[in-house]
């Protein structure tokens, strides 16, 4: 492994080749529906500073979709890059995004990472200094909330019951990271043998955020995961994890705790609201983990909180860059371009329509198209297609006819699985990767 700064420019130039790899069809590249963006809502004015709401989110999010107080999604109708640009990259927050100006533990000059448990050799108290010297590397990979495409439950499916925030399909970006590999700082700390469970843990953001990985991930993958402090090659943003946040490449994003201050590698399993209350898939089709004598819990966690298996892996999925239509979702975002049943327009002709495929755990190999029910047909895949970790873009031609028309894509990953026709329920609308029927009226 070379030494930081060498392999920070080495991802550079990959990142670099990468893009150029874009130049002839990016210019091309051009989403089927597209609406403005519409201004951000004006801040509520306080009428004392005593009465000053707390900030919910830094960055400028005029691109992107509110729907919840913390919450913001990507608006995927709009999407057109292979690496989404740091603004248009949707944001989950359970809590008010902590900053160093209340929060001087993070604070790039006094941050420090703790790394220990019963389980470590040598414990260790790390710098944000001292981590920026050690190896890291560059990896580009999508980072997707496990709620993302929960609608489909409600639109597709039927199931009412399910819970939790409207996403649509926006909660997904792709972007370039920059970290120090977990296979590094393991070696560091002398890791034993029988460690079974690392638990990652903010200690600055709200008090139960933090969320557990089985060691055998970890030891499995440890030149993947790793503690990042880059993103498209600047420093995180606080709404995405400043100064460190973890990555997990192909996990969904509940694994990928921002805001990280400690790291605990013990012999026993950890439980905590993250892997048991939420984040978890309820429901008939799922088991519920087993509970050992020495486990520990964390944050008011009981056993009789371990109902479902923690979610880990995304689904195969894909997407059609058009909103999709909203009939029996419980809510529609404010500034959603589709008012309830309203399908999206689309002129009759040629049309070239265009979305994005992913299968973070084997990559995409193939994804295909169908209208009206009718046969399946081969997308074009659009150059470059990284791998497992990445997402790719494809395009078809359609010959549009006037009238109403439901659109179906499907992927397929590199052992040939394809994305099912449906998934099971799971009260809190855990990674649904059904095939998508997005709906459009042509005229």
């Known amino acids: ?140 990979a999508t980072l997707e909330c496990h709620g993302n495409a929960r609608t489909l439950f409600w ?50 953001d709200g008090p139960d955020m933090g969320r557990p990985l089985p060691m055998s991930e970890l030891l499995e993958r440890g030149d993947d995961i790793g503690l990042c402090y880059l993103m498209n090659g600047n420093d995180l943003s606080p709404d995405h994890g400043a100064p460190v946040r973890l990555v997990v490449p192909g996990w969904g994003g509940t694994a990928w705790i921002k805001w990280l201050t400690e790291v605990r590698i013990d012999r026993h399993a950890h439980w905590c609201r993250l892997n048991t209350r939420g984040e978890v898939y309820l429901g008939p089709d799922y088991r519920a983990p087993e509970v050992a004598a020495d486990d520990e819990f964390i944050g008011g966690v009981t056993a009789a909180d371990v109902q479902g298996p923690m979610v880990s892996w995304m689904p195969i999925k894909t997407l059609l860059t058009l909103p999709l239509v909203l009939d029996r979702s419980p809510s529609v975002p404010a500034d959603y371009p589709l008012q309830r049943g309203e399908r999206p327009r689309v002129d009759a002709g040629r049309r070239r329509m265009q979305g994005y495929a992913w299968a973070p755990r084997h990559g995409i190999r193939e994804v295909q198209w169908r209208v009206d029910g009718g046969a399946w047909q081969t997308a074009q895949l659009l150059p470059p297609n990284l791998g497992k970790y990445t997402w790719v873009r494809f395009e078809f031609a359609w010959q549009a006819t006037p009238g109403e028309h439901v659109l179906e894509t499907c992927g397929v990953d590199n052992t040939g699985a394809r994305q099912p026709a449906s998934v099971p329920f799971n009260k809190l609308g855990m990674a649904n990767g059904a095939i998508p029927r997005f709906v459009v009226q042509v005229v």
């Open 1 to 140: 492994m070379t030494s930081s700064s060498n392999d920070q420019a080495a991802g550079r130039r990959r990142f670099i080749c990468s893009a150029a790899l874009l130049g002839s069809t990016a210019a091309a590249w051009q989403p089927a529906f597209a609406q403005p963006a519409p201004a951000p809502a004006p801040a509520p004015v306080p009428t004392s500073a005593a009465q000053a709401p707390r900030r919910v989110h830094v960055k400028d999010d005029s691109r992107l979709l509110n729907i919840g107080a913390t919450v913001r999604s990507g608006r995927y109708w709009d999407f057109s890059t292979f690496i989404t640009p740091v603004e248009a990259f949707y944001i989950r927050n359970h809590y008010p995004t902590p900053v160093a100006q209340a929060k001087p533990e993070l604070d790039p000059a006094q941050w420090r990472l703790t790394l220990h448990g019963n389980a470590v050799e040598r414990p260790l108290s790390i710098s944000l200094q001292a981590l920026r010297r050690m190896p890291s590397r560059s990896l580009i």
């Open 155 to 204: 639109e597709q499916q039927g199931m009412a019951d399910v819970s939790g925030g409207n996403w649509v399909m926006g909660a997904i970006g792709q972007a370039e990271w920059q970290f120090v590999p977990m296979s590094h700082l393991l070696t560091l700390a002398g890791v034993r043998r029988d460690a079974r469970s690392a638990l990652f843990w903010s200690g600055v």
